[in-house]
């Protein structure tokens, strides 16, 4: 692609050398020993001297049109090897034409060299509504794309023209954008981002790509999505980085870049295709799991709303038995406990009987006409262990003999809610307790 000799390397990172806007040396060279659709060459470190006898015999010159004298010798020492005129040129060395005008060679070349089989343009045919592209990329499939290395000043309403025009011709535009402060320029708070200005938010709204290119290093720069990692849960979940004023770019080789169908791909996006599916891979596992959760939900508020609806039916049945068979002699016979025995405790339902209803059966086999007489908690258990879980039924039969207690019908020794001792009955519906066993220290 670029005809270079010798090392490549640098003291300085990729990132530090890509916004290395002051940089005004120039590395690259025409050679007339070529015609001018040729690669430019550029130097490489350590080429200064190698370069100087094809410099001063003419053969490598400065490639800008326009050039007052182009003439060149290269230059060594403590600054990078680069090439300088042997007088000082004219007004089209600025900055940005010097970076537009090798930017647009180096894609050329870039171009050429990956895609043989591919018309290449560089910068003087126009489409057919008068657009120039920097480059132009016809493939023998009737793919088009038009490459624009934008260094001049350009207007959110000229991109969007420019834009639009080309996608009417059905021509892929990919924009890059200089490195020098118009369009890249760092974060004065955070040194590793840049500020999205507002070419560039126009750039993403419509939906297109912005990248950026460094000529004298050939690199590409495009920002990071999904491998940002201060916004990868965000934008996972639908709060990306679009809304943020900064962006995080990836550096990426020119030589490394791809056309792919109707994209122009950087490193960058096998890494974000990789994440973005891994992503994916999670919602779906997520909403898996939502899914089954909210069917199992579903599935248990079903169970509950049948396990109540069964309930209020059973104990409708309950009660109505007890209405029926047992209720009658209990305020014939067991009138004077009825505070006792039609009372619901929480714990009641521990057996499956209407509270009453076993209430009752204890009172009249274990209280009633047994004044003075002991029974154990055994004997209050044993005629229910059919009728629910055994540690239910232990507390409800716990609970309602210290209701007992507390009223006065009978008395035990308990260490906590254990009941150590034989239980004596104190009182019953004809003989009333005197006091509460609370206020006589029982239970």
């Not at 550029?42 to 010159?61: F, Q």
């Not at 996006?269 to 596992?285: C, I, T, V």
């Not at 579903?298 to 209405?323: N, P």
């Not at 016979?333 to 209803?357: F, K, Y």
Request: proline share 5%; charged share 30%.
């Amino acid at each position: 692609m670029l005809r270079t000799v010798g090392r490549t390397g640098s003291r300085h990172s990729a990132d530090e050398l890509f916004t290395a806007t002051g940089e005004r040396r120039q590395i690259y060279a025409r050679d007339t020993r070529f015609d001018d659709a040729a690669p430019l060459v550029r130097m490489a470190l350590g080429e200064a001297n190698l370069l100087r006898p094809d410099a001063k015999a003419g053969h490598l010159v400065c490639p800008i049109p326009g050039c007052e004298d182009v003439r060149y010798t290269t230059r060594a020492g403590s600054r990078r090897d680069h090439f300088v005129h042997r007088h000082r040129g004219g007004a089209a060395h600025s900055p940005e034409t010097w970076f537009h005008y090798t930017g647009k060679r180096l894609v050329g070349a870039w171009a050429q060299d990956r895609y043989p089989d591919a018309r290449i343009v560089i910068d003087h045919e126009a489409v057919s509504n008068g657009q120039i592209p920097d480059v132009l990329i016809e493939f023998p499939d009737g793919r088009r794309f038009a490459f624009e290395v934008q260094y001049a000043a350009l207007t959110q309403d000229e991109w969007t023209w420019r834009h639009a025009g080309y996608m009417v011709q059905g021509i892929v535009d990919v924009w890059l954008f200089g490195h020098l402060p118009r369009y890249l320029r760092r974060d004065r708070y955070f040194e590793d981002e840049y500020v999205i200005g507002p070419l560039i938010r126009t750039v993403i709204a419509a939906g297109a790509r912005p990248f950026w290119i460094n000529p004298d290093e050939a690199l590409v720069g495009s920002r990071r999505r999904l491998s940002d990692e201060s916004w990868r849960g965000a934008f996972e979940y639908d709060a990306g980085p679009d809304a943020s004023r900064t962006m995080t770019l990836a550096l990426d080789a020119l030589a490394d870049c791809r056309v792919e169908g109707t994209d122009f791909l950087t490193p960058l996006d096998d890494a974000e295709r990789a994440l973005a599916a891994a992503a994916e891979a999670r919602r779906q596992r997520e909403l898996d799991e939502r899914l089954a959760w909210e069917a199992a939900e579903r599935a248990r508020a079903e169970r509950k709303a049948s396990t109540a609806t069964w309930r209020v039916q059973k104990d409708a049945e309950r009660a109505e038995e007890y209405a029926r068979s047992i209720r009658p002699w209990v305020h014939r016979d067991l009138r004077g406990a009825l505070d006792v025995i039609e009372i619901t405790m929480p714990a009641d339902v521990g057996i499956r009987l209407h509270p009453a209803h076993w209430h009752a059966l204890v009172f009249r086999d274990l209280i009633e006409g047994r004044v003075g007489q002991t029974f154990t908690y055994t004997d209050v258990c044993r005629p229910f262990m059919n009728m629910g879980e055994p540690k239910w039924i232990y507390r409800a039969v716990t609970a309602y003999l210290f209701h007992l207690s507390r009223a006065g019908y009978v008395e035990f020794w308990a260490q906590g809610y254990w009941i150590e001792t034989e239980i004596t009955v104190l009182a019953d519906s004809k003989n009333p307790p005197a006091q509460p066993g609370w206020e006589r220290g029982y239970g």
